[in-house]
């Protein structure tokens, strides 16, 4: 045997276990989530093996056709609209704070460590502990709302977590094509670009993909959607949103400000000083010189905070007791439809959508990052 | 590798783990009785304590854990449950509210073991009330739990001083209600102090009943009144109506915070179940008819609305024999006196001591003597009435109402639901 082979045999022997641990406790156990969410399954069938054979049916996408369209599952698209907004809110305020705190950290002032502590602490709390604490702060009554007395001004009478308004409303029957105006917005128009500019491959594979979801979207889900729909539905980006946003931006902002930080420090001051011998303005040498460097921290922020926001519970839940639509989620949709409404096969349902959502955000960074690594060696 | 020494003290924990799981086990009840409920705060974790302390004396071989998981009406509790039936690591014993709770899920899936033996050996199918024997019995005349506690559900509160300096008196039907909400609104006070969401629930099951009458209400759950009749629809519109009379800020109040609101003179009326006597009283130390006062809730007058705490013997409990001894000993009038004065509830074994007026407070009095002359109806936010598939939904409904007030799409949903769940055709 060579040594070559032997080597070959001792890495496989040893990645092995883990290779079988994976295989069978994430991507198993994600198939028979997936298995399950296509069946009825309650409870009680889980629990007797006589009512599951006499009552478990196989019933293909009847529990995601119900999440799109029954009038009772109002909820499950309550939770879905709220996770979007919530998530892009919260990407934004986590990225614009923490970069702006690290940029000030930056200045190598006196005491940066303590700062640094004191940003990053939050982040050491549990979310449970943030939501009730800044439940109370919210309390419409006597919380923040009564800051601006101390100075004299009259008392706040936003309700924050539990506020009702609602902006940007529009009926669900048009969600396929506002998505589809989207998609076109965010990646058509880009990837075109990229294929008259650079004759990128990539570019024109996702091209045909955003085309055909567009096609999909609008000849195929719109008018089922149009048809199935019993009454008009309202959604929208609810404020009471903002109270979440606020809390979670909170406890997550230092975290981006120490990846940042961290990227900024890797920035050697040589190149700083080129650009400003080179005539370059303070705003210059960010605009031109740190920001471009700064983006691969900027996509893995995106990648973390993204998933952390689309799979939110803990937070949401100890701020708002659980049903509070307006601040609703899938992950207490799932919840409450496996636990207290003893229907896994539903909780499966919502679970496999948010694990799609997750995809959405985390497949393109590993593809991306995948493909890159042969180049760099 | 195991070396010798190591095989030596394997061995020792096998014979120990063994002698403590009860290999040698004697008919004498002994070994660890786990008991599984969401009792953990205020009245009835120490009414949960107090019984656990007696049956001790009682049975001094039987150590009992208390595995209380706190949370919102046992939602938590009963995740955790699931989870360990499911797991195969069923407690020895478990809280469980009586009616669809207990039957739709735990009965249904066959896990609960008949307690007739238990019921005729105490003599119990005399001293409890046949209308409850009737929810946890199912059709072969199989008894599944015993009751520790009645509840009542439909229950006003106020607080009498305050009422007099508002000029109003307490409402006996929702039409009253709704014109003494005129009156107390020019004196700026919210009629009434709502809570969470599945306090909301709780107000609509009042309201359904003051508005149908027992009969409307029974036959929402049997499937003879339709949930869109006009009726129905009206209980929604009150409700509606009567949150417009309620304090703004209701989805951010736990039900303690609701009821304090209204002893605070924050608000007129709040309708809670009678927990919330037991708070008024050993929390913040009032008086009953002095600092609170209480009535059926608006047309309800004549009708309780119950719910009752109970513990059973799953299938596959470790230690049956030690959960024997202590269903034997919950069930009886004893037991019951030193548990509901704490936990603030009334006692379900009808020979428990509650003309004694050290252990049961003038609210209780008033309480028993309704329970015993009432007609008695099941609870909707509490488990009795309806599968947990239909209950769950249903908060979501109340939730969604409480943002669009539609009492004609609550009603068609509402409707919907109770044929996907299986109540009605």
């Known amino acids: 045997m060579s040594r070559g082979s032997k080597d070959r045999m001792i890495a496989i022997l040893m990645l092995s276990p883990s290779v079988v641990l994976l295989a069978i406790f994430v991507y198993g156990f994600i198939g028979s989530t997936a298995y399950m969410s296509l069946t009825n399954l309650s409870t009680q069938m889980q629990l007797s093996e006589q009512l599951r054979k006499a009552q478990e049916k196989f019933i293909g996408l009847g529990n995601y056709n119900s999440f799109m369209t029954s009038p009772l599952d109002s909820r499950f698209r309550i939770g879905f609209v709220n996770t979007l907004f919530f998530t892009l809110l919260f990407i934004l305020v986590c990225l614009v704070v923490g970069l702006l705190l690290a ?171 080129a650009a400003r011998v080179d005539g370059c303005t303070e705003f210059g040498v960010y605009r031109r010189i740190i920001f471009p ?63 799609l959502l997750v995809a959405v955000v985390i497949i393109p960074y590993l593809w991306s990052s995948l493909r890159g690594e042969p180049e760099n060696e | 590798m195991l070396n010798r020494r190591n095989w030596i003290y394997l061995a020792l924990m096998v014979v120990l783990l063994l002698g403590v799981t009860g290999v040698f086990a004697q008919d004498a009840p002994s070994g660890e009785l786990e008991v599984f409920s969401w009792w953990t705060g205020g009245g009835e974790a120490l009414g949960l304590e107090a019984m656990i302390a007696r049956f001790s004396e009682l049975y001094p071989d039987v150590t009992v854990v208390n595995a209380a998981v706190a949370g919102g009406s046992g939602v938590n509790a009963r995740a955790v449950l699931t989870t360990r039936m499911l797991g195969g690591d069923p407690p020895d014993t478990f809280q469980v509210h009586a009616g669809e709770e207990l039957n739709a899920v735990w009965v249904a899936a066959g896990l609960m073991q008949p307690l007739n033996d238990i019921y005729e050996a105490n003599g119990w199918l005399e001293q409890y009330p046949q209308g409850l024997l009737d929810l946890i019995t199912d059709e072969e005349g199989n008894i599944y739990v015993v009751p520790v506690n009645i509840h009542r559900s439909n229950v006003l509160w106020y607080n009498p001083a305050k009422l007099e300096e508002w000029g109003v008196t307490v409402p006996t039907t929702w039409d009253e209600f709704i014109a003494t909400c005129a009156t107390l609104a020019e004196a700026g006070v919210p009629a009434m102090a709502i809570g969470e969401n599945w306090t909301q629930v709780h107000l609509w099951e009042s309201v359904a009943l003051g508005v149908l009458g027992a ?77 609170f006062g209480w009535a059926a809730s608006p047309g309800t007058s004549g009708n309780f609305i119950f719910l009752s705490d109970t513990f059973g013997l799953p299938v596959g409990s470790p230690n049956p024999t030690a959960v024997n001894a202590w269903l034997s000993f919950i069930g009886s009038a004893e037991a019951q006196d030193i548990f509901n004065p704490l936990k603030g509830s009334l006692p379900a074994n009808t020979t428990a001591d509650i003309g004694n007026a050290d252990l049961y407070n003038a609210y209780f009095q008033s309480a028993y003597t309704d329970w015993t002359s009432n007609s008695i109806v099941g609870s909707l936010a509490h488990g009795v009435v309806a599968a947990p598939a239909f209950s769950n939904a249903f908060a979501g409904l109340i939730a969604s109402f409480q943002g669009d007030g539609d009492a004609q799409s609550i009603a068609a949903n509402a409707a919907l639901l109770a044929i996907q769940t299986g109540m009605a055709q």
């Open chain 1, 103 to 273: 940029i000030l950290l930056d200045q190598k002032i006196k005491g940066e460590s303590i700062f640094r502590t004191i940003f990053l602490f939050p982040m050491a709390l549990s979310f449970v502990v943030t939501g009730v604490v800044w439940r109370w702060l919210f309390n419409q009554n006597s919380g923040i709302n009564l800051l601006p007395t101390l100075v004299g001004f009259p008392a706040g009478t936003f309700a924050w977590h539990t506020s009702q308004d609602q902006i940007l409303q529009f009926d669900w029957v048009n969600f396929p094509i506002i998505v589809s105006i989207l998609v076109v917005v965010i990646v058509v128009l880009p990837s075109l670009w990229y294929i008259v500019r650079q004759r990128s491959r990539i570019a024109m594979f996702i091209l045909a993909l955003a085309l055909l979801a567009n096609t999909y979207l609008l000849l195929i889900a719109a008018p089922g959607l149009r048809s199935a729909m019993v009454r008009p539905e309202t959604h929208g980006f609810n404020l009471a949103l903002l109270a979440v946003v606020l809390a979670a931006g909170w406890q997550m902002s230092g975290y981006t400000m120490a990846m940042y930080l961290a990227g900024l420090r890797g920035i050697s001051e040589e190149l700083r000083e």
């Open chain 2, 215 to 291: 009969d409307g209400y029974n036959g929402l759950w049997d499937g003879t009144t339709s949930w869109t009749s006009p009726e129905v629809i009206s209980t929604f519109e009150t409700l509606g109506a009567v949150m417009d009379c309620a304090n703004e800020d209701m989805n951010s109040l736990s039900w303690q915070d609701a009821s304090q609101r209204v002893i605070n003179g924050e608000a007129a009326f709040n309708i809670m179940g009678d927990w919330a006597a037991g708070y008024f009283i050993a929390d913040l130390g009032l008086e009953p008819n002095v600092d």
């Open chain 1, 293 to 355: 460097l700064l983006a691969p921290i900027t996509l893995s922020a995106i990648i973390i905070l993204g998933h952390i926001s689309l799979k939110i519970f803990d937070l949401v839940y100890s701020m708002g007791g659980g049903d509070l639509l307006s601040i609703d989620m899938p992950g207490m949709f799932m919840w409450f439809e496996t636990y207290r409404g003893f229907l896994p096969a539903r909780g499966a349902a919502v679970a496999i959508i948010m694990l």
